[in-house]
T-cell receptor, first 113, second 115 residues
Framework: DQQVKQNSPSLSVQEGRISILNCDYT??????FLWYKKYPAEGPTFLIS?????DKNEDGRFTVFLNKSAKHLSLHIVPSQPGDSAVYFC????????????FGTGTRLKVLA | EAQVTQNPRYLITVTGKKLTVTCSQN?????MSWYRQDPGLGLRQIYY???????DKGDVPEGYKVSRKEKRNFPLILESPSPNQTSLYFC??????????????FGEGSWLTVV
């Protein structure tokens, strides 16, 4: 039972354009969501997060949108740069009091120069 | 430098030979956990610890043990490794409270092959 789904295994975008990575979840009790970027041979690095009480969070070129009614999360990267080419994971945290995180299967983003 | 350090980074071992992957963090984080990454399955949580002597199972705990005797260390123990435990393993930590307490910081990963 995949509670956090990233249905697009890969995405290619031209440099300078917008990259949109999507994530769907099934458990309405998740209270915190995070996006991580992973380069080959490195550990995942934190990008941006959002609490379930918000619907948008912005940090520089990265914006995360949360649609609770649709149980949908998206990461927007504007403008996309070749250095953004990596695998992106979304993650959801189970309700307060636990530290169980569920990760999606990842989307490989390739930004074309 | 704030970091999560895990060792070994690469290991090939044989079925049934006990091994331990060490993990240490220097950020005084309360929460630590172990994940494995497999193709098509993403990152799956094995075990986590909310503080010293407090551990709990994640989603795929079978075949693994952990201990948290000190706040900074959280070793992963494979008592009798099997080939289906061949994977890329990540240790992670987070503060566990406060505004940024939910952000997880990962180590660089340990490639484990069981033959």
């Amino acid at each position: 039972d995949q509670q956090v789904k990233q249905n697009s295994p890969s995405l290619s975008v031209q440099e300078g354009r917008i990259s949109i990575l999507n994530c769907d979840y099934t458990n309405s009790m998740f209270d915190y969501f995070l996006w991580y970027k992973k380069y080959p041979a490195e550990g995942p690095t934190f990008l941006i997060s959002i609490s379930s009480i918000k619907d948008k969070n912005e940090d520089g070129r990265f914006t995360v949108f949360l649609n609770k009614s649709a149980k949908h999360l998206s990461l927007h990267i504007v403008p996309s740069q070749p250095g953004d080419s990596a695998v992106y994971f979304c993650a959801a945290k189970r309700p307060s009091g636990t530290y169980k995180y569920i990760f999606g299967t990842g989307t490989r983003l390739k930004v074309l120069a | 430098e704030a970091q999560v350090t895990q060792n070994p980074r690469y290991l090939i071992t044989v079925t049934g030979k006990k091994l331990t992957v060490t993990c240490s963090q220097n950020m005084n984080h309360e929460y630590m956990s172990w994940y494995r990454q497999d193709p098509g399955l993403g990152l799956r949580q094995i075990y986590y610890s909310m503080n010293v002597e407090v551990t709990d199972k994640g989603d795929v705990p079978e075949g693994y043990k952990v201990s948290r005797k000190e706040k900074r260390n959280f070793p992963l123990i494979l008592e009798s490794p099997s080939p289906n435990q061949t994977s890329l393993y990540f240790c992670a930590s987070s503060l566990g409270h406060g505004i940024s307490g939910n952000t997880i910081y990962f180590g660089e990963g340990s490639w484990l092959t069981v033959v």
